[in-house]
């Protein structure tokens, strides 16, 4: 069936390394595909809109220099974290919509910049 | 702006008890409004969703209750187990394309045996 999955799971990078994450489209093409971030405890934020072939849309507020997108594929987009800090650990998760209005979401990204 | 405001942000329920979270919506353009469940660590999964043009939708031991005219629906887990234990996050979206989900800020959901 059609799933939604990142990778890495998990990763631990050094201030000021970049650290790509990849979400794929199993079973499924997506034109589309969103990037969330999520704090401890709290909700889910929509970071940008990934479009295949074309730039990202960024939500109010987010870098766009330092969360890079690129949706190079109808299954692969990848968010790249560039100089990361402390800041930017947190939980990164990415979504896709199937068929009608089912949104899948990935299993999640966690970041942790030392 | 919230957009979909949740309730209760947490909530202990017994076994076999039945669990009721919340929300309201603000955007009348709303047109699906998703369930989804989360683990620790893990991404949401879509638990069960419904469209304004129906006031009730079950799954199982799940019910979405939904009131148009007060923007408002509720999610009732009856019989609730340990394994309901997660957080439940309630969201709208506008049907059509490629829209962005509107979430609520989260229920964490304990059941105790």
């Known amino acids: 069936g059609a799933v939604v999955s990142q990778h890495p799971s998990w990763v631990i990078c050094k201030s000021g390394t970049s650290v790509k994450i990849e979400c794929r489209s199993l079973?499924?093409?997506?034109?589309?595909m969103f990037w969330y971030r999520q704090f401890p405890k709290q909700s889910l934020m929509l970071m940008a809109t990934?479009?295949?072939?074309?730039?990202?849309?960024?939500e109010q507020g987010v870098e766009k220099d330092k969360f890079l997108i690129n949706h190079a594929s109808l299954t692969l987009s990848t968010l790249t974290v560039t100089s990361a800090h402390p800041e930017d650990s947190s939980f990164y998760i990415c979504?896709?919509?199937?068929?009608?209005?089912?949104?899948?979401f990935g299993p999640g990204t966690r970041l942790t910049v030392l | 702006q919230q957009q979909v405001k949740q309730s209760p942000q947490s909530l202990i329920v017994q076994k076999g008890g039945i669990s009721i979270i919340n929300c309201a919506y603000e955007n009348t353009a709303f047109d699906y409004f998703p369930w989804y469940q989360q683990f620790p660590g893990k991404g949401p999964a879509l638990l069960i969703a419904?469209?304004?043009?129906?006031s009730e939708k079950k799954e199982g031991r799940f019910t979405i209750s939904f009131n148009k005219s007060a923007k408002q629906f509720s999610l009732h887990i009856m019989d609730s187990q340990p394994g309901d234990s997660a957080t439940y996050f309630c969201a709208a979206l506008l049907s059509g394309g490629y829209q962005k989900v509107t979430f609520g800020i989260g229920t964490k959901l304990q059941v105790i045996p």
């Open positions: 079973d499924f093409q997506a034109t589309t």
């Open positions: 990934s479009n295949e072939g074309s730039k990202a849309t960024y």
């Open positions: 979504s896709a919509r199937d068929t009608g209005q089912v949104y899948l």
């Open positions: 419904i469209r304004p043009d129906v």
